[in-house]
């Protein structure tokens, strides 16, 4: 392969690549019963994790190189990442080699956003997504066993009054936790002028002690939503959606919107353009994958930019053509969710 080819992100399945999500730190301020046990986990020794200069150099890439056009920031919680507006400010000097700006996100628990929303904006951040599973202060203490709602809540509410549109709201559904709530979430939303998406909760959490019988499925909510709301297909949506996980319906003849993405019952595999970096620096072409590529020894080893692609390129081209939840020898990825990144 000459210095002069082009390369892009294709897997062998004819998918494109173009949304990288990067995990800022394996850290969390939360301990969610369907992420993590309630003592937590081992934390990736400090010089594991990529540095910011390591960070943007992958994004930089990436981006360059390899036509990513949006980049996600994850966790863990990534605003534990010290320096993280420094960091989203770098990252927004990246260029297409048209000369576009990649789309810059976040998704974050909201704890700490509100002293931090303003400056994030203005360090280039263009989304964000928040998690919220419930409005009930007792129901957040079981499910994240921290008693951290107001914060969260404050966070929501600075991320809309800087301007970020839609502020997007990530719920997961526990049955006979929070499953009930699923109506007032929607109600909630409306009255503060967030999109909701439901998400069916994924077998991710260190425990492993997911089992499909007891996840509340995408079916499920929305019967739970139609006993109280009209919900009416987005036809735009429908149309438009591509890549992306929700499917979204309008909530009666109001401008609200809500999604659900049915990530077990309805995968969307097909249609995925994502591929994952770890904190430390591994690439990951699926959030269930049980194999990992290593970016950070090259980076480290002082390979060149046109190596660090190539390698990217290859590992790309092995990407399963799904996640296979269904498949009877489907085994959770070794990583929980928190040390992978959503």
Same mark, same amino acid.
């Given at each position: 392969?000459?210095?002069?080819?082009?390369?892009?992100?294709?897997?062998?399945?004819?998918?494109?690549?173009?949304?990288?999500?990067?995990?800022?730190?394996?850290?969390?301020?939360?301990?969610?019963?369907?992420?993590?046990?309630?003592?937590?986990?081992?934390?990736?020794?400090?010089?594991?994790?990529?540095?910011?200069?390591?960070?943007?150099?992958?994004?930089?890439?990436?981006?360059?190189?390899?036509?990513?056009?949006?980049?996600?920031?994850? +966790?863990?919680?990534?605003?534990?990442?010290?320096?993280?507006?420094?960091?989203?400010?770098?990252?927004?000097?990246?260029?297409?080699?048209?000369?576009?700006?990649?789309?810059?996100?976040?998704?974050?628990?909201?704890?700490?956003?509100?002293?931090?929303?303003?400056?994030?904006?203005?360090?280039?951040?263009?989304?964000?997504?928040?998690?919220?599973?419930?409005?009930?202060?007792?129901?957040?203490?079981?499910?994240?066993?921290?008693?951290?709602?107001?914060?969260?809540?404050?966070?929501?509410?600075?991320?809309?009054?800087?301007?970020?549109?839609?502020?997007?709201?990530?719920?997961?559904?526990?049955?006979?936790?929070?499953?009930?709530? $699923?109506?007032?979430?929607?109600?909630?939303?409306?009255?503060?002028?967030?999109?909701?998406?439901?998400?069916?909760?994924?077998?991710?959490?260190?425990?492993?002690?997911?089992?499909?019988?007891?996840?509340?499925?995408?079916?499920?909510?929305?019967?739970?939503?139609?006993?109280?709301?009209?919900?009416?297909?987005?036809?735009?949506?429908?149309?438009?959606?591509?890549?992306?996980?929700?499917?979204?319906?309008?909530?009666?003849?109001?401008?609200?919107?809500?999604?659900?993405?049915?990530?077990?019952?309805?995968?969307?595999? +097909?249609?995925?353009?994502?591929?994952?970096?770890?904190?430390?620096?591994?690439?990951?072409?699926?959030?269930?994958?049980?194999?990992?590529?290593?970016?950070?020894?090259?980076?480290? $080893?002082?390979?060149?930019?046109?190596?660090?692609?190539?390698?990217?390129?290859?590992?790309?081209?092995?990407?399963?053509?799904?996640?296979?939840?269904?498949?009877?020898?489907?085994?959770?990825?070794?990583?929980?969710?928190?040390?992978?990144?959503?």
């Amino acid at each position: 392969m000459s210095e002069s080819t082009p390369l892009r992100l294709t897997d062998s399945h004819g998918r494109v690549a173009t949304d990288l999500r990067i995990s800022l730190t394996d850290r969390c301020n939360l301990r969610c019963t369907y992420c993590m046990p309630a003592e937590g986990l081992p934390w990736l020794p400090k010089d594991e994790v990529l540095t910011d200069g390591e960070l943007v150099r992958l994004a930089g890439i990436g981006v360059e190189h390899l036509g990513i056009r949006t980049i996600r920031l994850t +966790g863990g919680e990534p605003l534990l990442r010290a320096g993280l507006e420094a960091l989203v400010a770098e990252l927004a000097t990246l260029r297409t080699p048209s000369g576009d700006k990649p789309g810059l996100a976040l998704t974050t628990n909201g704890i700490g956003l509100a002293d931090r929303a303003d400056a994030l904006v203005a360090a280039g951040l263009d989304r964000l997504n928040v998690s919220l599973d419930t409005l009930d202060p007792e129901t957040f203490k079981t499910l994240t066993r921290r008693d951290r709602l107001a914060d969260v809540l404050a966070g929501i509410d600075a991320a809309v009054a800087s301007g970020l549109a839609p502020v997007k709201i990530n719920a997961v559904l526990m049955r006979g936790i929070n499953d009930h709530e $699923a109506p007032g979430l929607v109600a909630w939303a409306g009255e503060k002028g967030v999109q909701l998406r439901f998400i069916e909760q994924m077998p991710l959490d260190a425990q492993h002690g997911w089992r499909r019988s007891e996840m509340v499925t995408a079916d499920e909510i929305h019967a739970k939503l139609s006993g109280r709301f009209d919900l009416v297909e987005d036809p735009v949506d429908r149309v438009t959606r591509g890549a992306a996980p929700a499917e979204l319906f309008r909530v009666g003849s109001t401008p609200q919107r809500v999604g659900i993405i049915a990530a077990v019952t309805r995968p969307f595999c +097909g249609a995925c353009d994502r591929v994952r970096l770890t904190s430390d620096g591994q690439l990951r072409t699926c959030l269930f994958s049980r194999e990992e590529s290593d970016l950070r020894g090259p980076l480290r $080893a002082g390979v060149s930019d046109r190596e660090i692609a190539e390698r990217w390129v290859i590992a790309v081209r092995g990407k399963l053509p799904g996640h296979g939840i269904d498949d009877p020898t489907f085994l959770q990825p070794d990583r929980p969710m928190s040390a992978i990144g959503g």
